[in-house]
């Protein structure tokens, strides 16, 4: 069921995002503003996380995935609307909506861990993460049918993808309410020792004292965060600056198709290797191709095969540090908190993700995209820290 949703859900959001930042331009008619759009999406699924996750908390995932997936297609619909009347609010409006979709499907790796044994939990993972795949990839090719579809309509052509991914989502929402049965929260819950039964507190008082009293699970937050803000950064200016150098709607879709392959198809392959080999050793993964990712892309120079080739690595980068990191933070909480650290962990990485996105537009505008690349890979900086402290403790425990 889970596998099934995350196929959709990653088709709603890919049909949109791949042309998020054009229709904000078509809109607007400014490069430093298109990138506003997919950060208010960014936004939309930080400001859901935590009361989602109370939400999960309290009666379980079914209710707060469907719920999520509503939310995320009625954004579908104002994006649409925002496009017909040119109203830039009502875009950023919706946009922010849209979010909760993503948020949905982020939330799901979660769900997939729930009654994963430790050794298999980064698999399980990987394997939620990975069925986006089909509908990811899919996503930015059809956005241009998509847009066709609606022109008779009267509706913009960079809006129609939109119409389509809400009506997506609401397949999401209907699939997870009549078919997540057993509720794998709820079901690990009731398997768990009675101490760690109900859960802690509040959603981001309990989260912040279970990440502050973990060194494993701060490093894992800043992974998690950082990776993200690392790829959202770059890659929502990528199909303006691709624009910007003649491609047109097919190539930019060809582009974006190649990250998000990046982002989910080898997630299977990430999650043996942080099961197998550690957590550790896939969080300098992450930052190494990050880093490759940054460097390939930002010296591209107008080449449309190297940008395309520093984007899928940019979404290699992105799988491992998510699949270890949020591996990673699993282990180092009690059962009790997982659900407030969780919703804890999707409000940084998308708060750091949204204003990353909000300052790559001006970034671009002001510097260019290059430089966009080489910030987003200062980012990581902070990770390579904490790896190395987290590196040292061990050897120093190992005797």
Not at 39 to 59: E, Y
Request: proline share 5%; charged share 10%; with cysteine.
């Amino acid at each position: 069921m889970l596998i099934a949703s995350q196929v959709l859900g990653g088709l709603g959001v890919a049909i949109g995002i791949a042309l998020a930042s054009v229709l904000a331009e078509d809109i607007t008619g400014s490069e430093a503003l298109s990138g506003l759009a997919q950060t208010a999406a960014v936004a939309g699924t930080a400001a859901v996380s935590l009361p989602l996750a109370a939400l999960m908390s309290a009666r379980g995932r079914r209710p707060g995935l469907s719920l999520a997936y509503l939310i995320g297609a009625a954004g579908g619909g104002l994006v649409v609307l925002g496009a017909v009347i040119d109203s830039f609010p009502l875009l950023l409006l919706g946009m922010a909506a849209f979010g909760a979709g993503s948020a949905a499907n982020l939330q799901a790796r979660f769900a997939a861990a729930d009654l994963a044994p430790v050794d298999q939990r980064a698999r399980a993972i990987s394997t939620v993460v990975w069925a986006t795949t089909i509908g990811a990839v899919l996503g930015p090719n059809i956005a241009a049918p998509a847009g066709r579809s609606v022109q008779r309509f009267g509706i913009p052509e960079a809006a129609g993808p939109f119409l389509w991914a809400a009506v997506v989502f609401l397949l999401c929402a209907v699939l997870v309410t009549v078919l997540l049965r057993p509720d794998p929260l709820l079901t690990a819950r009731a398997l768990a020792p009675e101490e760690e039964q109900r859960p802690r507190g509040r959603s981001l008082r309990a989260g912040l004292e279970a990440v502050t009293a973990s060194p494993s699970a701060r490093l894992a937050l800043v992974t998690v965060s950082a990776s993200h803000t690392a790829m959202v950064a770059i890659m929502v200016m990528t199909p303006v600056d691709l624009a910007h150098h003649g491609a047109g709607i097919e190539l930019i879709g060809l582009v974006i198709s190649g990250h998000v392959a990046g982002m989910y198809a080898f997630s299977p392959l990430m999650g043996r290797l942080c099961d197998r080999v550690g957590r550790l050793p896939v969080i300098g993964l992450a930052v190494a191709l990050l880093c490759a990712a940054a460097l390939v892309a930002g010296t591209a120079g107008g080449s449309h095969l190297r940008t395309g080739v520093g984007l899928f690595l940019l979404g290699l980068g992105w799988s491992a540090g998510l699949v270890a990191g949020s591996a990673l933070l699993i282990d180092s909480v009690p059962q009790a908190a997982r659900a407030a650290v969780q919703g804890l962990s999707d409000l940084t990485m998308n708060t750091a993700a949204g204003l990353g996105g909000a300052a790559a537009g001006l970034v671009v505008a002001q510097a260019g995209y290059g430089w966009l690349n080489a910030l987003g890979a200062l980012l990581l900086l902070p990770v390579v820290v904490l790896a190395l402290k987290s590196a040292r403790r061990s050897d120093t425990a190992s005797p």
